[in-house]
């Protein structure tokens, strides 16, 4: 795993312990353009380190946050700015933001605030396998 204040780059940020999270994260593995996309749970160290930088609450945080080029994206904003990482034809979600993002978010809450119970949650933040610990921070 890369360490906090090593990485330059995109960095998404995701509950580890949400089962929807972690399918998203392994999503996202498996049709991305390339390796240039870096990871951490918001419960890690470097999640939190991330989180405390750019004076974010961890505590009111229910949405995963994409940190790319010292932006902040939230909420459905970073699902459309995540999807540029992706090949096509998921690289389309980027066309989210045609949709009002207040439209876009109120569904985007819908599923975060009931991401648990629809999708359930693990005791613990999720292990990578060990050829994408590199992607991972801790």
Not at 51 to 70: E, F, H, R, T, W
Request: glycine letters at 6%; aromatic letters at 12%; one cysteine or more.
């Amino acid at each position: 795993m890369q360490k906090f204040d090593e990485v330059n780059g995109a960095v998404l940020l995701f509950d580890g312990v949400c089962n929807l999270c972690n399918g998203s994260v392994q999503f996202i593995l498996k049709h991305e353009k390339s390796n240039e996309l870096k990871f951490s749970a918001i419960q890690s160290q470097a999640g939190q380190k991330l989180l405390s930088q750019y004076n974010m609450d961890p505590a009111q945080m229910n949405s995963v946050i994409l940190v790319k080029d010292g932006k902040i994206y939230t909420e459905s904003d970073a699902v459309a700015a995540t999807s540029l990482f992706l090949r096509f034809p998921y690289s389309l979600g980027q066309y989210l933001k045609i949709v009002p993002r207040p439209i876009r978010n109120t569904f985007y809450k819908k599923i975060a605030n009931n991401r648990y119970r629809w999708f359930g949650q693990k005791k613990s933040c999720m292990i990578p396998k060990p050829d994408l610990r590199n992607r991972f921070l801790q």
